[in-house]
């Protein structure tokens, strides 16, 4: 369990950053390097919103008794996560970085709903 939670908060550090680079394959380097413009200060930003979503599925986990429930919030949190940053653009609008704090708050309900699931399936 101990490394089932250690994966999840390394991968839900780097996801937004990993979930832009099939993204800069088609839509070129600036897709990806725009979560860079901000220097360190935005990255740090970014990941620390991301403390939303990781943190949540973290909680989820401390009801489980069976590491194999773990899977299903980190797969709901992570996939609606990991969708949101492949597909938002910065460049769209001067709001559209709004989306970078909405991102993990919007999760939360998904990492709920993921968190039954797993209760569900642990039964």
Excluded: E
Excluded at 14 to 21: D, V
Excluded at 28 to 36: D, R
Excluded at 53 to 63: N, Q, R
């Amino acid at each position: 369990m101990k490394t089932a939670r250690i994966l999840i908060v390394v991968i839900g550090i780097l996801l937004p950053f990993l979930a832009r680079i099939p993204g800069a394959l088609i839509k070129g380097k600036s897709w990806f390097t725009c979560y860079f413009d901000g220097g360190l200060g935005g990255t740090a930003f970014i990941s620390g919103l991301q403390a939303l979503c990781w943190g949540s599925i973290l909680l989820a986990t401390l009801s489980y008794k069976q590491t194999n429930a773990v899977w299903f919030p980190a797969v709901f949190g992570f996939a609606f996560v990991g969708l949101s940053h492949a597909f938002l653009n910065l460049s769209s609008s001067s709001t559209a970085a709004i989306g970078l704090v909405a991102i993990p708050l919007l999760s939360l309900p998904v990492v709920l709903v993921g968190w039954l699931i797993g209760l569900w399936y642990q039964r």
